[in-house]
């Protein structure tokens, strides 16, 4: 497959996961490539966190105490649909310039990690939910002060028959200008 069909082909999967394991030893088969994500002063300012399969259950009960009452029951099914989660966090370097260079290269690794589980049929959504930025999910998650989550990615098998339908993307041409 070239590059250019797997970066057309990809699709975020949000819902229709399959039940299966998502095994730890995959996971790290794909970080262990996507780290090569280009990184400037080759700070690798990225740490992972995975939440396995079998851990699932304790990480909903735990992470509910985050949500309003009312809104747990939610948070609760929309937690149990993906099989594992992969939460991708980044050392906040106080310098702008630094945070900048390490929030672009956090994000190029998860999309070097998108691709690489779209290659082994593992579907993944990055999820951007406000508990990112909460403390109180911090703590749950051993989220230091200094570190920032980037990318809540969900993650499970899914049957590649209901791959959803990509969204029409914009030509570049209409994006596009010339120096004059
Ligand atoms: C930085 C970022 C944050 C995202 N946050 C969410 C999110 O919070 N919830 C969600 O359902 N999808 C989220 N997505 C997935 C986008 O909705 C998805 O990429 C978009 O709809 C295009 O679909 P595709 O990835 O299948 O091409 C996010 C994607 C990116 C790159």
Known sequence: MSIASIIRGRRSIKNGYKPDAVPEKLILELLNDAV?????????????????????????ERMMPVYPADQQEKRRA??????????????????????????????ALIQNFQLLAWEKGLGVVWKTNPHNLDPKAHKVLGVQPGEKIVGFLHLGFFDPDKTPQAAP??????KFTRFE
């Not at 993307?169 to 209409?174: I, M, S, Y």
Request: cysteine-free.
């Open 36 to 60: 090569y994500a280009p990184n400037h002063g080759l700070r690798e300012p990225w740490r992972f966190l995975f939440i396995p399969t079998e851990k699932k259950e304790e990480f909903i």
């Open 169 to 174: 993307r914009t030509p570049a041409e209409e």
């Open 78 to 107: 929309l937690f149990s649909e993906p099989a594992a989660f992969l939460i991708v966090i980044m050392k906040e370097d106080p310098r702008q310039k630094q945070w900048e260079e390490d929030f672009s290269a956090t994000s």
